[in-house]
């Protein structure tokens, strides 16, 4: 059933209440973003609370999470009271797309390790389809959502699978925003590309790629993967 809870540097993430546990999407995601040193950041779809912690190290800004599934969305914030920066993260357990037709509140920065399989199989679980899924949240609505609270000059960060870079990038043009980078994630260089990270804004501009590989072989990490998570991982 996987590790009841994962050990970071400074903060501990309890876990065993949440359909997805700590993964090296969310930390990658968390490590390799630029957050807005103030303002405010909405972390969509929070889960046990990993980004919105991971932000709160790295910003003075305030950050809220947004969780749909209850018990998640429960974790999350016992994990946050834990942690140094209780005062500055909020956990609100609620559809993303209900909130957005109602907050007022508009956001320097969104981050999201969204719900992905567009065209998989669903799984069992009602939980773990909401949480790997886009069942409540597709992408449209992802980008519908965050473009009525995202401050003109914001940014949005993003992790998904390779092969649906496209999809996402039409969808998100639709509402006018376009990659600003993005980053190739492949397990091992002699590995095809599994994940992509990246950062959207509005408007056309240049968009810049590169690439990180994790491991230079099995179990051996990279020195670009080392020096990402160091400030997170014990083991770094």
Not at 39 to 67: P, V
Not at 134 to 140: A, E, G, V
Request: net charge negative.
């Amino acid at each position: 059933m996987g590790n009841p809870f994962f050990k970071f540097k400074r903060f501990t993430i309890n876990q065993d209440r949440c359909a997805m546990k700590v993964s090296t999407d969310s930390a990658l995601l968390g490590a390799w973003c630029h957050f807005p040193k103030t303002g405010e950041i909405l972390d969509i779809g929070c889960g046990c609370g990993i980004l919105s912690l991971m932000a709160a190290q790295r910003s003075e800004a305030c950050i809220t999470g947004i969780e749909i599934d209850r018990e998640a969305a429960l974790q999350a914030a016992e994990n946050v009271y834990m942690s140094e920066w209780k005062e500055r993260i909020k956990i609100i357990c609620e559809d993303f797309c209900v909130f957005t037709s109602y907050t007022e509140s508009k956001y320097d920065c969104v981050i999201s390790n969204p719900p992905y399989f567009v065209n998989s199989l669903l799984p069992p679980t009602l939980a773990r389809k909401y949480a790997r899924h886009t069942t409540t949240l597709n992408y449209y609505s992802l980008f519908k959502g965050i473009s009525a609270i995202l401050h003109e000059n914001g940014s949005i960060f993003l992790i998904f699978p390779a092969d649906i870079l496209e999809h996402v990038i039409e969808i998100a043009a639709g509402f006018d925003y376009f990659p600003l980078k993005i980053t190739s994630v492949r397990g091992r260089s002699d590995l095809p590309v599994k994940r992509m990270l990246t950062e959207w804004k509005r408007g056309i501009g240049v968009c810049h790629y590169d690439e990180i590989i994790i491991e230079s072989d099995p179990g051996i990490y990279t020195s670009e993967f080392i020096t990402l998570l160091r400030d997170f991982y014990l083991k770094f």
